[in-house]
């Protein structure tokens, strides 16, 4: 019994020392795995502010220092991990180590164009010297800044206006509509004509006469063209005419699916910029006397009454002659159409009662606005006033100086819409890149891929050269202070053949390729008003416009 029990303990000593022997075996083989701490980005500055990964960062200097600090050493051997670039095109950079290693300072070896974007990323494979990788790609997006350099000589004051003035006419006289004469809508408009932009354009003529841009003979020609075809060729409806038309047919070109007929209010500028005509030229010699019977056969032919779809007390906008009132769009303000209701009461054959202003037009003060805005009050109108071009629009014959009736000092409410739209771009709450006391004016205009009424409660970034320089008369010294930033500084991106371009962005670094009419024309006329109140004169001199003002209750010296 004794030597079996002898027996088991050998065994089971034998056993456990295998064991044993076995643990230390197994442990010398797989010793325990020590996982690299990861590398991580603790902090990143471009030109000593801090970067961001999700918003750009704009106003970057063309030759930027571009400084990452890490939680540990970086691997100098993985540096190729973070990469420059500007769309497929690689920035060579230059590498500056400092703390170990764990601080990385970056910028490119030569330096980066002016006001373009590019994205520096730091890939995940930028590794610790143990091993550690970055957990996550990290991505900057970078955009330089304007370049302050002037991109044209300096001018005086006078003749940078007239330049600008004289340029931007070229787009009414040496791209206006070969058969017809009158104002192309875009510049990629083909044969589309516009009747309202071409009403602009006809105001153009006598300042770029008065201003030896062309001869009177030329202007007075291009007139007769432009009547000519008005009276004889283009399509009217009760007299009116439509937005759009072919400009060798005369034919409708439907603006929209049932605006294929009348138009009342582009047919109050195109007869706004018709009497201005009228009344330059004034001489007596039978080439002059028949363009002006002309336009008084097309001005009196406008049947404004009729317009007010079976004698209610408000005008409306369209008429077809297939859907008739089908867009029944009542004309209300406050917007851009005052003077469509100037010219129906002023018409010697189709007038309308001061009642349709009244209830129709002010809604019997109902347009009113009365609140304030950066300490301005506002007569008219919606929040903040709206698009700048409430102001230009009516305003381009219209003198406002001193015009008051039951419901506004016209010259409180377009200086005031003006400015309040000015300060708030200075203000600029949303925080766009760009806007400025020099880098300002929200109006309806092209847009990246459409077109909007940009105004203070529909801010898309988007500044339009045509509200602040429309704005002279309101804002002189503001305006001239965009026009020098948009002319020298900004020149090379939005200076054109017919003046400046329609609008750019220089938060998404958009600048249009477009003009349009109704864009270039108040800029024109708007700057001439300024200087010698030409068209104001002009307009209100016709004896039919006073007496129609006087009729809905307007006062100002010149009535």
């Known amino acids: 019994m004794k030597k079996v029990l002898l027996y088991i303990l050998l065994v089971v000593v034998c056993v456990q020392c295998k064991k044993s022997k076995d643990d230390v075996t197994n442990n010398n083989s ?36 571009i400084k990452c600090t890490f939680n540990n050493k970086v691997n100098r051997s993985t540096v190729s991990a973070i990469t420059l670039t500007q769309g497929a095109t690689s920035i060579p950079l230059d590498f500056n180590w400092s703390a170990g290693d764990s601080v990385l300072t970056m910028s490119p070896t030569s330096a980066l164009s002016y006001l373009t974007a590019y994205t520096l990323n730091l890939s995940s494979s930028l590794a610790t010297t143990e091993g550690g990788h970055l957990l ?164 009196q032919g406008v049947e404004w009454n009729w317009f007010r779809q079976n004698n209610q007390n408000v005008l409306y906008w369209h008429w077809s002659p297939d859907l008739g009132w089908a867009m029944n769009i009542p004309i209300r303000g406050w917007n851009e159409c005052l003077v469509t209701y100037v010219m129906a009461a002023s018409s010697p054959t189709y007038s309308i009662p001061a009642s349709v202003y009244q209830q129709g037009w002010a809604q019997n003060g109902a347009m009113q606005n009365n609140n304030t805005y950066y300490g301005l009050p506002l007569p008219l ?68 891929n459409g077109y909007t009424a940009s105004s203070p409660t529909n801010d898309v970034g988007v500044i339009a050269p045509t509200a602040a320089l429309s704005s002279f008369p309101y804002t002189p010294a503001e305006s001239m202070n965009a026009l020098k930033f948009y002319y020298y500084k900004l020149g090379d991106k939005i200076w054109s053949n017919y003046g400046f371009v329609d609008a750019f962005s ?37 004896p039919e416009i006073k007496n129609g003002m006087l009729s809905l209750g307007f006062t100002a010296p010149y009535l």
Request: proline residues 5%; charged residues 15%.
């Open 30 to 65: 797989n010793p325990p795995v020590i996982t690299p701490a990861a590398l991580t980005l603790v902090s990143a500055t471009i030109d000593n502010r801090n970067a961001s990964t999700v918003y750009s960062n704009y106003d970057v200097a063309v030759s930027p220092s």
């Open 381 to 448: 109108g919606p929040a903040y006033g709206g698009p700048l071009f409430f102001a230009h629009y009516s305003f381009l014959g219209i003198d406002p100086n001193q015009l008051s009736d039951a419901y506004a000092n016209y010259w409180t409410q377009n200086v005031n819409h003006t400015k309040i739209n000015y300060n708030y771009c200075v203000a600029n709450p949303q925080q766009q890149y760009g806007y400025s006391n020099l880098c300002w004016g929200l109006t309806a205009s092209d847009i990246q």
């Open 506 to 542: 220089l938060k998404s670094l958009w600048f249009a390729n477009s003009t349009l009419a109704i864009d270039q024309g108040p800029i024109i006329i708007m700057i001439e008003n300024y200087r010698t109140g030409l068209l104001w004169q002009l307009f209100t001199s016709a």
């Open 136 to 299: 996550s790609s990290q991505y900057f997006k970078l955009v330089t800044k304007i370049d302050s350099s002037d991109k044209f000589p300096i001018l005086s004051d006078n003749a940078l206006l007239d330049k600008v003035q004289e340029q931007t006419f070229r787009y009414f006289w040496d791209f206006a509509h070969p058969v017809s004469g009158l104002a192309r809508e875009r510049n990629s408009s083909g044969e589309t004509v516009t009747s309202g932009g071409s009403g602009f354009g006809i105001m153009a003529i006598p300042v770029a006469v008065s201003r030896s841009f062309i001869t009177r003979a030329e202007g007075l020609a291009r007139m007769q063209t432009i009547v000519g075809f008005l009276k004889n060729t283009a399509q009217k409806f009760h007299g009116a005419f439509p937005h759009w038309l072919n400009g060798t047919t005369g034919a409708v070109i439907p603006f929209s699916q049932n605006d294929n007929g009348a138009d009342l209010v582009e047919t109050s500028y195109l007869m706004q910029g018709l009497i201005c005509a009228r009344q330059f030229f004034n001489g007596t010699d039978a080439a002059e006397t028949s363009l002006r019977d002309d336009i008084n056969v097309l001005w």
